[in-house]
């Protein structure tokens, strides 16, 4: 890992980092740990919270919610399927980012900004409208299902949704998070050295041994911020499973919804967002580290 | 440098979005999207001198969550029945002052002086839907099924001539209530046992059903993807007329099942922090009076608990059991309560168990 | 000049075809004849005429728009300075507070910001929902940062300050135009995200803050009209517009392709 350089002044890192952290303190930290003392304490009865002291005067304070949480498994499994589906679209957005911000990365320079801006001008229009598009495009009389289901029938198969399946809402998780990824891969690898490449490729080293030995290694910084942004935030999704998700499709993001917007349980909808964050910087944590590790190793290589 | 000429345009822009604050009198109704006639709001401004600044919301339990964690600056809400329950249990409405509101009178008796809300202290009926049966006409007789029975949703022998065709809402309350109905007891009924033998019932009808859906199913009944669906008189209504204007051969009907349905009555109510609880008052009069009470349900086929409406309201409407029900009909459409922690608790925990099910 | 592989052109363009086809239908769709969004009828510009007669359609664009710009500048200078600090100092709560916004439920953010703001006594409105935004976006910046900077050559600063620059001069003139991209992206992601957040800005808006999310998420139940597919139409050519506009102002600024 390159040394850190510049002067570590103590003025200066605060001067660079206290600005942000102040900021994430007061408009994050603070309302966050509300709700995080929100976890321990009653439902109010007709909606939001019991009243912190109650009529005895005591503190109403209970791990009512842990306990449910841990003793009711189907929120565990929910939330395992939520991991799947977040998994199967950071590795989808990856596989069609790359190619996409390989191509931008290496374009002319006059053309870079205006790719690039074609990469995300799609999702500055609204999204329950591209939501409703995909609607149209997986729909049972569309071209698409039409296909699908002929080539299933050569088959001998039965025709299957397109439509309210999962596998809409894959499809729409990987389109609604795809820049998320394309953008922080073509920060990236646009400043990687062409000459580094051209050197190897005139000492010998063919198209995919260059990619897999200096291209991917130099981009996993890249890689591993995309699929950051991509599987955390997906984990949490409920909008895409609500519209044109199918009977089976609840996710973890849409439970948690429930026990705000319908059942009214802050508190266990508190402990079911502790949970999915704690869990969601537990991987990234892990995969920093991994990142870690396979970066001085790539450095050796 | 640059960023100047930005930050620059950033606040000529902000300039020109806060600016209208002229000091006119504003009354914020914090109502559904398309839930009032444009033409009058329209009209009120006018008689009122005021301006009137809508906010919406999509679903009550939005609206409780908002108002729970302390939101103020809204004058009328117009929340359904069982939220109104919620809201006055807990201590956020403002009680109504009746001599400012001498159009009460206009209302139905059958629907003032509910169990929630006794004498209209705090709330008067605004707008009705029922949640039903809505099917494609062709589809429907096509397939020999029925259409004024729970059972087309909830029968395996019927869902499998439909297997993926139909979808129910996306709502813990109005699912179990139609599978209550269905086998017979009340939609407020509260015995854990009978909630179990709904949950049941739902979790063998699940593996037909395309989707729990709340928002684009209309859209899905009027092309004709889906053929039958659980959901709202109003958004049924405007199927039909959407499919009409899109020059479908099908009709899409409502169908009010015979073992009953949910009634939803939406009530106008002011929160107890209200800015301008005059306006609001003279909001809810004027909203009383039968011509600007019709507007709404000529727009959007909604039912109307207003009697004075009546001779405003279309005839084709007036006909239509789901909007105007017949007395029959009417004894077996039940208002939802709201539940205790305890019970929504109960009802979570078997919605999360179908939810997971295969 | 290297020939670039057919494969990578072949898989670049599956990519914009699968960005672009939903696009297209959404703007075709804002001239189809029919008031729901699921086929086509025939072709009609009523609905930019209703668009156009929409005050409260085009307000509510208008705060949008606002609120993204004023949040995603805030939030890439705020970001930059997190994605800096993390990637040269060893900090033990940044990197958790820069992620944990992007992890937690929007639904949780929402209900905990308005009840500190009520808590606060903060008046609800346009600023309340900015506030709200740049907490979410701060991280995505900051990530974006810190991947640009990660293995980057520190030498040239390095040289820069033994030449005799400050901090300040060394990060302007060297550091900057190198993480320049990175900011570029950074800052495209966080107005991206705030023009079309619904969540957050329900629970932090006021009284009479409409913004367009919470207008079109209202629309949901009763069907979404093609005027909404209009003034995502225009909202995204005025967005093209307003960033062409600007790199032209200030090419020096902008341009992500900046060599040292």
Redesign the interface.
């Known amino acids: 890992?390159?040394?850190?350089?510049?002067?570590?002044?103590r003025m200066?890192?605060w001067l660079?980092?206290g600005?942000?952290?102040l900021?994430?303190?007061v408009?994050?930290?603070?309302?966050?740990l509300?709700?995080v003392l929100a976890s321990v304490r009653?439902?109010?009865?007709?909606?939001?919270?019991a009243p912190l002291v109650d009529e005895s005067g005591r503190l109403d304070l209970n791990t009512e919610s842990y306990v449910r949480l841990f003793t009711?498994s189907?929120?565990l499994?929910?939330f395992v399927k939520s991991a799947w589906y977040a998994l199967l679209t950071t590795l989808a957005c990856l596989a069609?980012?790359y190619?996409?911000a390989?191509?931008?990365a290496?374009s002319p320079?006059?053309h870079?900004?205006l790719l690039?801006?074609?990469?995300?001008?799609?999702?500055?229009?609204?999204?329950?409208?591209?939501i409703?598009?995909?609607?149209?495009?997986l729909?049972?009389?569309a071209a698409l299902a039409r296909m699908v289901n002929g080539v299933l029938a050569w088959f001998g198969a039965g025709p299957v949704?397109l439509?309210?399946s999962a596998f809409a809402v894959l499809t729409c998780l990987v389109?609604v998070h795809?820049?998320?990824m394309v953008?922080?891969l073509?920060?990236?690898l646009?400043?990687h050295d062409?000459a580094l490449l051209?050197a190897a490729q005139d000492l010998g080293a063919n198209?995919w041994n260059r990619f897999w030995r200096i291209t991917f290694p130099?981009s996993l910084?890249?890689v591993?911020?995309g699929s950051?942004?991509v599987f955390?935030?997906a984990?949490?999704i409920f909008?895409i499973p609500?519209?044109?998700?199918?009977?089976?499709d609840?996710l973890i993001?849409?439970?948690?919804?429930?026990?705000?917007?319908?059942?009214?349980?802050?508190p266990?909808?508190?402990v079911?967002?502790i949970m999915?964050?704690v869990a969601?910087?537990l991987l990234?944590g892990i995969a920093a580290w991994v990142g870690r590790r396979g970066?001085a190793g790539a450095a050796r290589a | 440098m640059n960023v100047r000429a930005l930050a620059a345009a950033v606040l000529a822009i902000a300039a020109f979005a806060t600016a209208p604050a002229y000091a006119k009198d504003q009354l914020h109704l914090y109502n559904w999207n398309n839930y009032i006639a444009p033409e009058t709001i329209k009209r009120f401004e006018g008689v009122c001198q005021c301006e009137v600044v809508q906010t919406y919301y999509s679903d009550n339990e939005e609206l409780l969550a908002k108002l729970a964690a302390g939101a103020t600056g809204y004058d009328v809400l117009v929340p359904t029945s069982n939220a109104v329950q919620a809201l006055i249990r807990g201590g956020q409405l403002k009680p109504l002052d009746k001599t400012a509101i001498p159009n009460l009178k206009n209302v139905d008796p059958a629907y003032l002086n509910t169990p929630f809300d006794p004498g209209n202290q705090y709330s008067v009926p605004y707008a009705m839907s029922t949640t039903i049966l809505g099917y494609n006409d062709e589809k429907m007789k096509e397939l020999g099924l029925p259409t004024d029975t729970w059972a087309v949703i909830f029968d395996p022998k019927y869902l499998e001539k439909v297997k993926g065709r139909v979808t129910v809402l996306d709502s813990a309350n109005e699912l179990f209530a139609a599978a209550l109905k269905y086998l017979g007891y009340s939609a407020n009924d509260v015995d854990p046992k009978h909630w179990d033998e709904a949950a049941a019932a739902i979790k063998k009808a699940k593996p037909y059903w395309a989707a729990f859906n709340a928002s684009s199913y209309i859209k899905e009944l009027t092309v004709g993807n889906i053929w039958l669906v659980h959901g709202y008189s109003n958004d049924i209504f405007q199927a039909n007329l959407d499919a009409q204007a899109a020059g479908r051969k099908f009709h899409i009907v409502q169908g009010v099942p015979k073992e009953g349905a949910v009634l939803a009555v939406d009530n106008m109510v002011i929160h107890k922090a209200a800015p301008r609880p005059d306006l609001a008052l003279r909001f809810i009069n004027f909203m009383l009076d039968g011509r600007n009470s019709a507007e709404l349900t000529n727009l959007i086929g909604s039912g109307n608990p207003n009697l004075d409406a009546m001779k405003y309201i279309k005839p084709e409407l007036t006909k239509l059991p789901a909007v105007f029900p017949p007395k029959d009909v009417q004894a077996k459409l039940e208002q939802l309560k709201d539940l205790t922690v305890a019970q929504r608790r109960l009802r979570n925990k078997l919605w999360t168990e179908i939810k997971a099910s295969k | 000049m290297r020939r670039r592989s057919p494969w990578l052109w072949a898989a670049a363009l599956a990519a914009y075809a699968f960005l672009y086809v939903p696009l297209i239908i959404v703007v075709v769709y804002s001239f189809n004849d029919s008031r729901l969004n699921a086929e086509w009828v025939g072709f009609t510009l009523d609905w930019y005429r209703k668009l156009a007669a929409n005050d409260d359609m085009l307000a509510a664009a208008g705060n949008s728009l606002l609120i993204a710009l004023t949040a995603s500048l805030v939030a890439t200078v705020l970001g930059t300075m997190a994605g800096v600090a993390l990637h040269r100092y060893r900090l033990r709560l940044l990197p958790i507070l820069v992620l944990a916004p992007i992890a937690i439920p929007e639904i949780l953010m929402g209900v905990s910001l308005l009840i500190f703001f009520v808590l606060l006594n903060f008046t609800l409105g346009l600023v309340s929902v900015a506030l709200a935004h740049i907490a979410f976006c701060i991280g995505f910046v900051a990530i974006v940062v810190r991947a640009r900077l990660a293995g980057m050559d520190e030498s040239l600063t390095e040289a820069a300050r033994d030449c005799g620059a400050t901090p300040a001069r060394a990060f302007r003139h060297v550091t900057l135009p190198l993480i320049m991209p990175g900011v570029v992206a950074g800052a495209l992601m966080a107005f991206t995200l705030s023009i079309d957040d619904f969540v957050i800005t329900f629970f932090t808006a006021g009284a009479g803050t409409v913004t367009l999310p919470l207008l079109i998420y209202s629309m949901i139940k009763i069907s979404v009209t093609p005027e909404v597919n209009a003034v995502s139409t225009l909202l995204m050519l005025l967005t093209l517009l307003l960033i062409v506009v600007a790199a032209k102002l200030s090419p020096t600024l902008l341009r992500s392709d900046r060599e040292t």
């Open positions: 890992m390159a040394a850190n350089g510049v002067s570590g002044t200066a890192k660079v980092s600005p942000p952290l900021y994430l303190l408009f994050f930290a603070a309302p966050a509300i709700m009653s439902p109010g009865e007709f909606g939001g919270l009711e189907v929120y499994q929910v069609l980012a190619p996409l390989t191509l931008i290496k320079k006059k870079r900004d690039l801006l074609l990469v995300i001008l799609p999702f500055w229009s609204n999204f329950l409208i591209r409703y598009a995909w609607m149209i495009i729909g049972p009389n949704p439509l309210f389109y795809l820049p998320f953008l922080p073509y920060a990236n646009e400043k062409q051209d198209a130099l910084p890249g591993y911020a950051a942004l955390i935030p984990l949490g909008a609500d519209i044109l998700g199918g009977p089976d609840t993001g849409n439970l948690i919804k429930q026990q705000f917007l319908e059942t009214r349980d802050w266990f909808g508190s079911l967002s999915l964050t969601a910087l990234a970066a």
